[in-house]
């Protein structure tokens, strides 16, 4: 039972392969709520959690898909995801 756990776990960051959970809490404190987007413009939102001895964004709300979005608040996605990379380059 213990080893499913770890397992299940495990496979929840498996496709954190980019920085921006990350980069998401970078200027941010432990259960501070962030947001980040990932390659395809889908917002994923939640609270700022050690992992690995540095904070990360770890989601816990559903994945807001970008294609589900207004135009409107794809534009925001769009600005905000801009903003997030400009600053962390």
């Excluded at 413009?41 to 050690?50: A, E, H, V």
């Excluded at 995801?81 to 600053?87: F, G």
Aim: negative net charge; aromatic residues 6%.
């Amino acid at each position: 039972m213990t080893v499913l756990v770890c397992i299940s776990s495990a496979s929840a960051h498996d496709s954190h392969t980019h920085k921006a959970p990350w980069q998401a809490c970078a200027e941010k404190q432990i259960k501070d709520t962030c947001s980040y987007t990932n390659g395809d413009k889908d917002l994923f939102k939640g609270s700022c959690q050690l992992f690995n001895e540095a904070l990360m964004c770890v989601r816990n709300e559903p994945i807001i898909h970008f294609e589900d979005l207004s135009k409107e608040a794809q534009k925001k996605v769009v600005s905000e995801a801009s903003k997030i990379s400009l600053s962390h380059h």
